[in-house]
C-alpha cells in the first residue's frame, strides 16, 4: 500500500514535493480547526477583549454606542472602596476553600467505597450522579424549602434530636453562606465521585494483592496505594472544582439574592446584578477582569505546583 | 485529499449562502406594502392583548396594524436587551419607575409632551397630580401609565367568619389591621395560619414595610425636599418600620420572610393561591392580585369567598391614603413610526384602557372622571373572578382616597441606596439587626452616595 504522508512522499520524489504536499496536509488541518477557532473568537476571545476594554468605560447599554465614556482606571479604584464588592470576593474564595477539599474528600472515599465494597454500585453511582444532572435552579428551590428555619424538614428533624437552637440557614448571615456551600458540595459530590471512579479503574490491582501480602490493611493500602495512584486524577478534579467554584452563581441567585445583607454574596452574582439591574456594564467588566485574573493566578499557581512536584 | 477539501469548501460556501438568503428573506419580507405595523412590546398574556389589537386594527383599518410581540417579563434586562436589539418597537412597557429614568435619561425614550399638546391633553388632569410630579423629567414625559396598581387588602372572608373577626372597615388603620391579624394567627410549626401575608423584604420586592411613611411623607418617600439628602430619620420611617417589625417579629402575625421567600408567596399567582387556600387571611398586593382567581391560574375552591378593603390608613391621618404604583408604556426614539406608536399608546392608556388595563385587571391610569365610569370599569376587571366578593370589591373601590405615587424616578443615589434597603430589610427581618440601626445605616450611607452621585 502507498503511503501518502509527506514523508513517505518525500522518500520517494524528493524534498520539495514533501513540502508542497505538508503545506496542503496542514492547510487542510487548519481549515477544519477554523471552523472552531471562528466561533471561539467570536463567541469567547472577543468578548473578553471587548470586556477588557469596557472595563475602563462608563456605558449603560441601552444608550447604545454612542453612550460609551472612557473613564480609565476609575472603574478599578471604585473596587477597593466597594464593600459589597469586597464581600462578594472573600465570600467566593471561602466558597471555593471550603467547597472543593470537602466535596474531593468525600468523592475519594466514596468512590473507594463504591468500587469495592458495595452491592448495587450501578443504581448507587446513578443515585449519587442525579444531583449533578439536575437543573440548578430546581435543585435550589428544593432546598430553600428544606432549609426554612421555622419547620423546614432540616431544623426538624434537628430540633426531634434535641438541637433547640438550630441554624437559620439561608436566613441568617452567618449561616447563608455555609448553607450555599452545602448544596454546592452535594451537587459536586457525583462528578467528583464518577471522576474518581475512573481514575480507580486504572489502578493495577496487582499492586493491592502485594501489599496484602505484606500485610498492609485497608488503611495502609488507602494512603500508600490509592491516593498516590490517584494524583493526576485529583490535580483535575482539584484545577476544575477551584474554577468552578469561582463561579458559583445559580444558587445564589434563587435562595438567597445575596443576602441576608450581603453575607452570601459572590463575584459572580454581584457581576450579574451590577451588569443588568443597575446597568453599570462598565463597572461589572472591571469585576469580571478580577475574577479571571483570580482563576488565572490560581491556574499558574497550580500548574507551577505540579510541575515542582513532578 | 483535494475531494475532501473541496467537499469542505462547498459545505462553508452552502452554509453562508443559506444564512444569507434567511436575512435577506426576512429584511424583504418586511418591506411589503400595506398598513404601517406598530409593534407592541409587553408580558401581558396573549389572551388580553385580543381585544386592544383587535379595536386598534378596526379603528385605523388600511393605516396601522398593532402587532403583539410578548416578552418573558418585566425584568430590566428582558425590556433592556429588547431596546438593544435593533428590532422596530414601536410601543416599549415597563413597571419600574428607576428603569424609566434611566432609559429616558440615556435618550431611549421619545419625550411624549409633543402629543399631550397636539391632543389638548394635561397629564396631571388626565393621570393625577402625584403621578405628575413622579414622571416629569425636565418638563417631558417619558412615558403614560397605563396602570396605576393601587396598593388594596384582600381577605379570606371565611376566616374572618370562623375566628369571628370583623371585616375591615372602609376606613380602618393599622391597628385595626393589626388587632385582626393577630386574632386570625393560630396554630405552630407548618400548620400555622398567620393573620397576614404582605411582602417587606424580599430582594426588589414591594418594600412594604415603608407604607406607612410613603403614605404620611408623599412621593419620593425617602429623598428631603431639595432632593439633597434622604430623610431616613424622618419620624415617619420609624414607625413605619417599627410597625410592620413589631408584626413579623414580636406578634408573629404575618407570614416570615424565611417562609413566604422560599414558598414564593411574593409571587403574585402564589399569593392569592396562599390566600384562598387558607395559609393566610390577609394579603396586602395590588388591585390586580384579583386576576389570579381567574381558572387559567388555576382552580379556585368552591366556597371561596375573598373580600377587599382599603389600605389601612396610618393613625392621625383622617381619610384612606393609598399607596400606588404604575405601570408605563414608551415610545422608543429610534421608533419606526411615532405617530401610529402614539396612536397605540392613546388608545389603550386613555380612550379605551378598558382594552388593555381593564383585561388584565388593573386599575387604570388615568383618572376616573365620574363615578359610574369608574363603576363600569371596575365592573369589568372584577368580572370573572370566581371567589371575588364582587359587590362588596365595588363599594370600596369607589371609596374616596387619595393616591400617593410610590415611583421613585430621582435617580441621584437611587441604586445604591435600593441595594442597601434590600441588604438592610433582610436584616432586620431576619432579626440580625434593629430597626435603629437599620435607618441610621440607610440615613448616613443613603447621604453618602447621593452626595457621591451628585458630584460626579
Redesign the interface.
Do not use: C, W
Given at each position: 500500500m502507498r503511503l501518502n504522508s509527506a514523508a513517505a512522499v518525500a522518500a520517494r520524489k524528493g524534498p520539495r514535493r514533501a513540502t508542497h504536499l505538508r503545506r496542503y496536509e496542514n492547510l487542510t488541518a487548519f481549515a477544519f480547526l477554523a471552523l472552531n477557532f471562528i466561533g471561539y473568537l467570536l463567541f469567547k476571545l472577543i468578548p473578553i477583549l471587548l470586556a477588557l476594554i469596557l472595563s475602563f468605560t462608563k456605558w449603560n447599554f441601552v444608550s447604545g454606542i454612542s453612550g460609551v465614556k472612557l473613564i480609565g482606571l476609575e472603574n478599578y479604584a471604585r473596587l477597593f472602596s466597594d464593600p459589597v464588592f469586597i464581600t462578594s470576593f472573600i465570600n467566593t474564595i471561602v466558597y471555593a476553600i471550603a467547597l472543593v477539599p470537602v466535596s474531593i474528600f468525600l468523592a475519594l472515599v466514596l468512590g473507594v467505597v463504591l468500587n469495592e465494597y458495595v452491592f448495587g454500585k450501578g443504581l448507587l453511582r446513578l443515585a449519587f450522579y442525579l444531583p449533578y444532572i439536575s437543573s440548578m435552579v430546581a435543585v435550589s428551590i428544593v432546598w430553600m424549602v428544606l432549609f426554612i428555619p421555622a419547620y423546614g424538614p432540616i431544623n426538624t428533624f434537628l430540633t426531634n434530636i434535641g438541637i433547640s437552637h438550630p441554624p437559620r440557614w439561608l436566613n441568617g448571615s452567618n449561616s447563608s453562606l455555609i448553607s450555599i456551600i452545602i448544596v454546592g458540595v452535594w451537587q459536586s459530590l457525583g462528578y467528583n465521585i464518577i471522576i474518581v471512579l475512573a481514575g480507580l479503574q486504572g489502578i493495577d490491582r496487582s499492586l493491592y494483592e502485594s501489599a496484602e501480602i505484606d500485610g498492609a490493611n485497608v488503611i495502609r493500602k488507602f494512603f500508600s496505594i490509592t491516593i498516590p495512584s490517584l494524583s493526576n486524577t485529583m490535580f483535575f478534579l482539584v484545577m476544575i472544582s477551584f474554577i468552578r467554584s469561582f463561579q458559583v452563581f445559580t444558587s445564589v441567585q434563587v435562595m438567597t439574592q445575596g443576602g441576608p445583607g450581603n453575607s452570601s454574596s459572590v463575584l459572580v452574582y454581584y457581576i450579574y446584578i451590577t451588569a443588568f439591574e443597575q446597568s453599570d456594564i462598565g463597572y461589572a467588566s472591571a469585576m469580571s477582569w478580577v475574577l479571571f485574573l483570580l482563576v488565572f493566578i490560581f491556574a499558574i499557581v497550580r500548574n507551577a505546583t505540579r510541575s515542582n512536584q513532578n | 485529499?483535494r475531494t475532501?477539501?473541496a467537499i469542505?469548501?462547498m459545505a462553508?460556501l452552502l452554509t453562508s449562502a443559506i444564512v444569507f438568503a434567511g436575512g435577506s428573506a426576512e429584511k424583504s419580507s418586511t418591506a411589503t406594502a400595506g398598513p404601517e405595523k406598530v409593534y407592541w412590546y409587553a408580558w401581558t398574556a396573549p389572551a388580553n392583548m385580543v381585544d386592544l389589537i383587535a379595536a386598534f386594527n378596526k379603528k385605523y383599518a388600511g393605516k396601522y396594524e398593532l402587532v403583539y410581540q410578548k416578552m418573558a417579563d418585566a425584568a430590566?434586562?428582558t425590556i433592556?436587551t429588547a431596546?438593544?436589539s435593533g428590532a422596530p418597537i414601536s410601543v416599549m412597557t415597563q413597571a419600574s419607575a428607576f428603569d424609566l429614568r434611566?432609559?429616558a435619561d440615556?435618550?431611549?425614550f421619545l419625550g411624549l409632551k409633543q402629543f399631550f399638546d397636539k391632543a389638548g391633553l394635561d397629564y396631571a388632569t388626565v393621570f393625577g397630580k402625584s403621578v405628575e410630579e413622579t414622571m416629569n423629567f425636565n418638563g417631558d414625559y417619558y412615558a403614560v401609565p397605563y396602570a396605576n396598581n393601587i396598593n388594596m387588602v384582600f381577605f379570606n372572608e371565611k376566616m374572618f367568619d370562623a375566628a369571628g373577626v370583623p371585616y375591615p372597615q372602609p376606613h380602618w388603620t393599622w391597628s385595626d389591621f393589626r388587632a385582626a391579624a393577630k386574632k386570625l394567627t393560630h396554630g405552630t410549626?407548618?400548620n400555622?395560619v398567620y393573620g397576614a401575608m404582605l411582602d417587606v423584604a424580599a430582594?426588589?420586592g414591594d418594600e412594604y414595610w415603608a407604607t406607612i411613611a410613603q403614605q404620611k411623607l408623599g412621593s419620593f418617600w425617602y429623598y428631603n425636599s431639595d432632593f439633597k439628602t434622604t430623610r431616613f430619620d424622618a419620624p415617619a420611617m420609624k414607625e413605619s418600620l417599627q410597625f410592620f417589625y413589631d408584626m413579623f417579629m414580636v406578634d408573629r402575625s404575618a407570614v416570615?420572610?424565611?417562609?413566604y421567600?422560599?414558598?414564593k408567596y411574593n409571587n403574585d399567582t402564589n399569593g392569592m393561591k396562599g390566600l384562598y387556600s387558607g395559609r393566610y387571611a390577609m394579603w396586602v398586593a395590588p388591585v390586580y392580585g384579583s386576576l389570579y382567581l381567574m381558572k387559567s391560574y388555576g382552580e379556585v375552591p368552591e366556597g371561596t369567598r375573598i373580600g377587599l378593603a382599603n389600605l389601612p390608613r396610618p393613625d392621625g391621618l383622617s381619610q384612606s391614603v393609598s399607596t400606588t404604583y404604575s405601570s408605563q408604556a414608551s415610545i422608543p426614539k429610534n421608533t419606526p413610526d411615532k405617530e401610529g406608536a402614539w396612536a397605540a399608546i392613546k388608545m389603550a392608556t386613555i380612550d379605551n384602557a378598558e382594552l388593555y388595563a381593564g383585561q388584565k385587571a388593573m386599575n387604570p391610569g388615568y383618572q376616573f372622571s365620574t363615578n359610574a365610569a369608574a363603576d363600569a370599569f371596575y365592573k369589568l376587571i372584577f368580572n370573572d373572578k370566581p371567589g371575588l366578593d364582587v359587590s362588596e370589591a365595588l363599594k370600596v373601590m369607589l371609596l374616596p382616597r387619595e393616591l400617593i405615587s410610590k415611583d421613585n424616578t430621582h435617580i441621584q443615589g437611587q441604586?445604591k441606596i435600593n441595594?442597601l434597603i434590600?441588604?438592610?430589610m433582610?436584616?432586620v427581618f431576619?432579626g440580625?439587626?434593629s430597626v435603629d440601626a437599620a435607618l441610621k445605616d440607610l440615613k448616613t450611607k443613603g447621604d453618602q452616595y447621593i452626595a457621591a452621585d451628585m458630584n460626579k
Open positions: - | 485529499m475532501k477539501i469542505f469548501a462553508m430590566t434586562l433592556n431596546l438593544a434611566e432609559r440615556s435618550g431611549v410549626g407548618a400555622k430582594p426588589n416570615p420572610l424565611s417562609q421567600t422560599a414558598l441604586a441595594e434590600n441588604s438592610d433582610t436584616l431576619n440580625e439587626m
